[in-house]
């Protein structure tokens, strides 16, 4: 009986995993520039810790946690989602006592989900958070870095969709009013909807069903009901966002799924390639969150990135445009070939080498099913006089080279 992977356990294949490593690669360094610092967090938390942050509503929460308990009786579960863990990690290691804490992390998240194009049930996230920053231009420098990471990796249709929940101050009468509106529409309205429209009606406004976005189509936005304070705090985030020079786009029905949101949210979304689910990146402001889980209140705010759905928006680049394979015809050729791609390692270009007895037409049919574009032959006839035969096979040329030559020609192909 063959084995195959569990459905939404997905493998990354190599192809992929060279788009996920220069994801990682430049988002390091972006961050880095930016005042962050990396965090390791565990996979497996307490489950308490997220049935206590993302909200009972929440589809996370009713129906797509991996729960279970270990042998020592604890529930257990594995996380959703890097925020919650983040800000556990800042209250228990007392990361408080900085006045701003700038960190990062990534790594697999488990939701019990329907499997789709760049959803798996394994999944990928990239996440930041900013923790101990009230001011409105965190927000938006933090979007802007964001911003920046998606040009510096090629990627190109993009739109940066922004809203304000309001506080726990405006956020109340607002829910209460929308759950009021909600109650005329209740015949037009999914299950979904219709059972979270007490606790948490503001999840109408996100429902992907046509039925919901019909019936919601003229509800009051929440902006016409938050406070002063979130007022000032949403212009001064936007001011900021034009002073960055990011473009961006305020769309009223844009909640967010997690409960703990206050005030900014956004999302990246990818507008082509990806259907329906185009989030490729979404955030916002949790500024009570550190004080609900017992640590100082503290301002907050961050994001995640899908790894899977941004790596589908990438363009496609070949990985082995400087892959040198090296292939060894005749008796004392190895040693040479060894030296050769112990050089060519040496200045950053990746090589092979066939050293099998093969013939020189297997062994070239074999370099252009592995894709490499430089073959460089190594016979009796090289090693006499000294030179490499390269061939180039993207443009279909050969010719003998010196050893100077041949590190010249590679290093060349690389800009």
Known sequence: MSITAIRGFNDILPNECS?????????RRVFALHGFLEIRLPIVERAELFLRTIGETTDIVEKQMYLFKDNGGDSLALRPEGTASAVRAYIEHKLYESPVTRIFYSGPMFRYERPQKGRYRQFYQLGAEVLGDAGPFSDAETIAMLASLFTNIGIKGVSVNVNSLGCEECRPSYKAMLSEFLSAKTGSLCDNCKRRMDKNPLRALDCKSEHC??????????????CT????????????L???GVSYEINPRMVRGLDYYTRTTFEVIATEGLGSQNAIAAGGRYDNLVKELGGPQ??????????ERLALTMPEKSDTARTAHIITMGDGTLKTAMEAAATIRGHGVPATIDASSASLKSKMKKADRIGSR???IIGEDELK?????????????????TREAL???LADSGK
């Open 229 to 240: 304070g979130c007022k000032e705090h949403f212009s001064g985030a936007l001011n900021a």
């Open 374 to 376: 430089f073959v460089i």
């Open 407 to 409: 590190l010249e020609k």
């Open 242 to 244: 034009d002073a960055l």
């Open 385 to 401: 006089e000294g030179l490499f035969s390269l061939k180039d096979m993207t443009a279909g040329t050969q010719e003998r080279v």
């Open 213 to 226: 976005i019909e019936a919601t189509k003229d509800t009051p936005s929440i902006r016409e009901h938050l």
């Open 19 to 27: 788009k996920w490593a220069k994801i990682e690669a430049e988002a």
């Open 298 to 307: 503290t301002p907050c705010f961050g994001f995640a990135i899908g790894m």
